[in-house]
C-alpha cells in the first residue's frame, strides 16, 4: 500500500481514472475524462481534504496532441475542525490531469464547484486560449488590456518572441470592468495603480456606502515579465535557480528552493544532508526578516512610526546574519542543482549565534510594548475578517491562513526529510483578523529563530553539494514546494530536450491569497483597507493618490496621500465629508 | 512610552554612511575584480554567468579578444569566482557601483592577443591560453624538446585537426580495402 492509494481508490468509485502515475512517491497524477473534471476535483476537495495549490495548463500538442490541464492537489485534510487531518505519513500531492483537444479547447469549469479554482481558468484561457465553460468570471487576468485578441503567449507556436506584438489601438482596447454591486448611493474608490515599494503595481477598486467598504475589486498584473516563457526558451538548470530567484524581491531564496527542487525530484536526486540544513538556515533567515518587514509596516500604516523605526532596525540584524550564511545581504545566488555553493566556517555559525540572540531578545521587547499600547491594538482587532468558510474555499496560504485556525504549512505538510529531524510547531491563531496574523507572524519569527539554532547544532559534516550524475529524462515532471514567509511556493517542472526545461510552472504563495482578499474587505472602514492589504503581506505600503467617483453625483474629488495617510491614522475628519 | 524608552537604550543605529566607511562581512560577494595579467581568455566565466554580465567575443577585425564586463547586470552569484582556473576574476567587498551620467563607467573591459590556426589562418584561441597550457605542461615534467615538437599541434585549430585526422584515416582505410 503507498501513500495516497486509499484516497484513489475512493475516487475510483465514483470515476473512471485513466491513468496512474507517481513521479516521486508522494506525487500522484491520475488522468481523467474533461467531463470528469470538476467532480473529481470537487471530491479531492471537500470530500476528502484537499487544497487546491496550483493549476498548470500546457501545451503538449508536440508530445501527444493535445493540450492538457494539471490541477494540483495537496492532500491534508479539510482542517476544519482539530480532528478532521489526514495522519502525517497519508499527506501527498494529487494531481488531477485532463487530456484537451487541440481542435476544441474548452473544458467545464472547476470554479462552480471549487471557487479556489477561478484565477487559475482565467489564467488559462490568457495564456492558452483554454475556455473554461460557465466560469462566471472570465475577464482578462494576466495579459494587458492592450493585448492583441486571439494571441495566447504560451503556445509554442504562438508568436515570435523576439519582437513584442503591437498594442491594440487604445480605441478597440476591451474595457476593463470591474464587478460591481448594484444599488443607489454605492461610492467608487480606487486605490492604485501604483504602491511606492511594490514591485508589483496593483489597482483596487473599493465599493463603499458612506464609509463602509461593501464590496472590492482589483485587477493586478501590470508587469508581467514572462519568465515562464524565457526559462522554457533559453535557460539550462544552472541557470534557471537564478532567475526563479527573480520571481520576488524578498522570498526569492524560497523560490530558487521550490524550483531547483522540482528538477531535483523529477531525476530523483537526494541532496547531502548538510546542504539540507544551509537550506532550511537560509529559509528561515528570510522568514525572520520578511516577518520583521511585514509586523513594522502593519505597525506603520495604522501610524505607529517608532514600532515600525524599533523593528527595522532589529530587520539589519537579519541581513548581517544572511551577510554572513551566504556572503549577500539577501540570501540570493546559492542554490544550484545537487546542493548549496557556500559553506559555512566555524566563526561564522559563532557570529551568527550572537546576532541571533541579539534578534531573539529584541524582538520579544518591541513586540510586549507593541502589545501594551492600546490603540495600536484596537486597531488590529476585527479588522479584515476572512471568514473560515470562505478561508476554506479559497485555499488561501501562508500565515493568512494559519491566522483562522487551520494548521496549513508547507514545512509540517509536506516537510524535507532534515525538515523531519526538527523539533518546532506551526503557530495558528483562531482570530481570522489582522491581529490573529500579526501574531502568527511574531511567534513564527521566535520558531524560526529556534530552528535555526537547531540547524547549527544538528548540521552533520561533509559536502554540500553533489554532482547530479542521472540524465533528465524528457517529458518527467515533479512538483517542488516549501514554505516562503507569505506562504507555500509550488513550482511545477516538466523537463524537455536537451537538459531543458519544457514547462515551467510558478505559483508564488500571493497569487492564492489574493483570491480571497475581496472578502476580507468587506465591511470594513476604508481607513483600514491599506492595513487589511498589508496583513496580506504583499509589499504594500503607500497609496500615492486617491480619486473618488461619487456615481451619483457624478463629482470627482482628488485625495493626496497625506489626506488619505492622515485619515488612516486618525481616523478624524472624512476627506469625502462634503462631496 | 515603552518604545521610547527603549530608544534611549539603544542609541544610534544608523551610520554616517558615506563620511563614515560601512563594514561588510569577510565572505562577502560584491563587485568581480578583474586582473587582466591573469587572464588567458578561455571564456569559461562567459559560459558560466547566468545573467550574461560578461560576454567574450573577438573584436571586427579579428585580432583581439575581448573580454567585457557589465557590472549593471551581474547578479553578484559569484559563478565566474568559481570556474576561472587562473584566478583573474575573484569577487571583491565592494559594493558601491554608482556612477555618475556614465552608464560606461559599469564597464570593464580586456583585450587579449588572437593565435591564429597555422593550417586554415584563421583565430581559434589566445596567445595566453597556449602559453599557459606549455607552462603547465612544463611544470608536470615534460621536457623542452617534445613541447617543441608539440608546438605546431598545438597551433592547430580544431576544425583543422579533425580533418586531418579524418584523411589520415580515410588513407588508412583505403589501404585496408586493397
Not at chain 1, 415 to 430: M, N, S, V
Not at chain 2, 29 to 49: D, F, H, L, M, W
Not at chain 2, 64 to 93: H, Y
Not at chain 2, 148 to 165: D, N, S
Request: hydrophobic share 35%; net charge neutral; charged share 30%.
Amino acid at each position: 500500500m503507498k501513500k495516497g492509494d486509499n484516497l484513489i481508490n475512493k475516487v475510483k468509485e465514483k470515476i473512471t481514472i485513466h491513468e496512474i502515475y507517481r513521479q516521486p512517491e508522494d506525487q500522484i497524477t491520475i488522468t481523467v475524462d474533461r467531463n470528469d473534471l470538476p467532480e473529481t476535483v470537487r471530491i479531492l476537495y471537500y470530500d476528502l481534504g484537499g487544497w487546491l495549490s496550483s493549476m498548470i495548463p500546457n501545451d503538449e500538442r508536440e508530445i501527444n496532441g493535445n493540450f492538457a490541464l494539471y490541477y494540483v492537489l495537496s492532500m491534508e485534510g479539510g482542517k476544519m475542525t482539530p480532528e478532521d487531518e489526514l495522519p502525517q505519513d497519508e499527506k501527498c500531492w494529487i494531481t488531477v490531469k485532463t487530456f484537451i483537444p487541440a481542435n476544441d479547447p474548452t473544458f467545464p469549469s472547476v470554479t462552480l464547484k471549487v471557487p479556489a479554482a477561478v484565477w487559475y481558468e482565467r489564467e488559462a484561457y490568457d495564456m492558452f486560449g483554454l475556455t473554461a465553460i460557465g466560469l462566471p468570471d472570465p475577464r482578462r487576468l494576466v495579459v494587458s488590456d492592450d493585448w492583441p485578441e486571439g494571441l495566447f503567449p504560451l503556445r509554442k507556436d504562438a508568436m515570435d518572441y523576439r519582437h513584442r506584438p503591437d498594442p491594440v489601438d487604445h480605441k478597440d482596447e476591451p474595457e476593463a470592468k470591474f464587478l460591481k454591486p448594484e444599488g443607489a448611493g454605492v461610492l467608487d474608490v480606487p486605490l492604485g495603480p501604483l504602491h511606492i515599494t511594490s514591485d508589483e503595481p496593483g489597482h483596487f477598486r473599493l465599493y463603499c456606502d458612506g464609509d463602509t467598504i461593501i464590496d472590492a475589486d482589483y485587477r493586478l498584473f501590470y508587469q508581467h515579465r514572462g519568465m515562464e516563457k524565457l526559462a522554457e526558451n533559453r535557460m539550462n538548470y544552472d541557470q534557471m535557480g537564478y532567475l526563479a530567484e527573480r520571481v520576488c524581491g524578498i522570498c526569492g531564496y524560497a523560490h530558487a528552493i521550490g524550483c531547483i527542487e522540482a528538477a531535483e525530484k523529477a531525476i530523483g536526486l537526494e541532496i547531502p544532508l548538510r546542504a539540507q540544513a544551509m537550506r532550511v538556515i537560509c529559509l528561515e533567515i528570510e522568514r525572520l526578516h520578511s516577518h520583521l518587514l511585514n509586523i513594522g509596516l502593519a505597525c506603520e500604516v495604522t501610524g505607529n512610526v517608532n514600532a515600525f523605526m524599533h523593528i527595522f532596525r532589529i530587520r539589519e540584524f537579519s541581513m548581517e546574519l544572511a551577510q554572513l550564511v551566504t556572503g549577500g545581504r539577501k540570501t540570493y545566488g546559492n542554490v544550484v542543482m545537487g546542493g548549496l555553493r557556500r559553506d559555512m566556517t566555524g566563526t561564522e555559525i559563532k557570529k551568527s549565534l550572537e546576532l541571533l540572540e541579539i534578534i531573539e531578545v529584541q524582538t520579544k521587547e518591541v513586540w510586549d510594548a507593541v502589545m501594551d499600547d492600546k490603540n495600536q491594538v484596537e486597531r488590529w482587532k476585527g479588522v479584515g475578517l476572512l471568514d473560515k468558510q470562505v478561508a476554506r474555499d479559497f485555499s488561501p496560504v501562508g500565515p493568512n491562513i494559519r491566522g483562522c485556525g487551520f494548521k496549513r504549512d508547507s514545512r509540517y505538510d509536506h516537510p524535507y526529510d532534515f525538515l523531519t529531524q526538527l523539533d518546532f510547531e506551526i503557530p495558528t491563531e483562531d482570530g481570522c483578523d489582522v491581529f490573529a496574523r500579526e501574531t502568527v507572524r511574531y511567534r513564527e519569527l521566535l520558531e524560526s529563530v529556534s530552528i535555526i539554532r537547531q540547524c547549527f547544532e544538528m548540521m552533520p559534516g561533509g559536502l554540500t553539494v553533489i554532482k547530479p550524475q542521472t540524465m533528465i529524462k524528457p517529458g518527467a515532471y515533479a512538483i517542488g514546494n516549501d514554505e516562503a514567509p507569505r506562504g507555500e511556493n509550488i513550482h511545477w517542472i516538466m523537463h524537455g530536450n536537451a537538459q531543458k526545461v519544457f514547462r515551467w510552472r510558478c505559483r508564488a504563495a500571493t497569487y492564492n491569497n489574493w483570491t480571497s482578499l475581496r472578502y476580507q474587505f468587506r465591511g470594513n472602514t476604508i481607513a483600514d483597507a491599506a492595513l487589511i492589504v498589508c496583513s496580506l503581506d504583499p509589499c504594500y505600503s503607500c497609496t500615492e493618490r486617491v480619486t473618488v467617483v461619487d456615481i451619483k453625483s457624478k463629482k470627482t474629488k482628488i485625495l493626496n496621500y497625506q489626506d488619505l495617510k492622515r485619515y488612516s491614522q486618525s481616523s478624524k475628519n472624512h476627506p469625502l465629508k462634503n462631496m | 512610552m515603552k518604545l521610547l524608552d527603549m530608544t534611549k537604550k539603544y542609541g544610534k543605529a544608523t551610520y554616517k554612511y558615506p563620511l563614515e566607511p560601512y563594514e561588510v562581512s569577510e565572505g562577502f560577494r560584491g563587485k568581480p575584480s578583474y586582473t587582466y595579467e591573469n587572464c588567458i581568455g578561455c571564456t569559461a566565466c562567459g559560459v558560466a554567468c547566468p545573467s550574461n554580465a560578461i560576454n567574450v567575443k573577438l573584436n571586427e577585425d579579428k585580432t583581439k579578444l575581448v573580454w567585457e564586463f557589465d557590472a549593471a547586470r551581474c547578479i553578484f552569484c559569484g559563478r565566474c569566482d568559481e570556474v576561472c582556473p587562473t584566478g583573474a576574476i575573484v569577487l571583491s567587498q565592494e559594493f558601491e557601483l554608482a556612477v555618475k551620467f556614465d552608464k560606461n563607467n559599469l564597464k570593464e573591459r580586456g583585450e587579449l592577443d588572437v593565435e591564429y590556426c597555422e593550417v586554415c589562418n584563421k583565430p581559434f584561441t589566445t596567445k595566453r591560453l597556449i602559453s599557459y597550457i606549455f607552462h603547465r605542461l612544463e611544470k608536470v615534467g615534460w621536457d623542452k624538446k617534445t613541447l617543441g615538437e608539440k608546438i605546431k599541434y598545438a597551433k592547430t585549430c580544431p576544425t583543422c585537426k579533425r580533418e586531418e585526422k579524418t584523411e589520415v584515416m580515410t588513407k588508412y582505410l583505403k589501404r585496408g580495402t586493397k
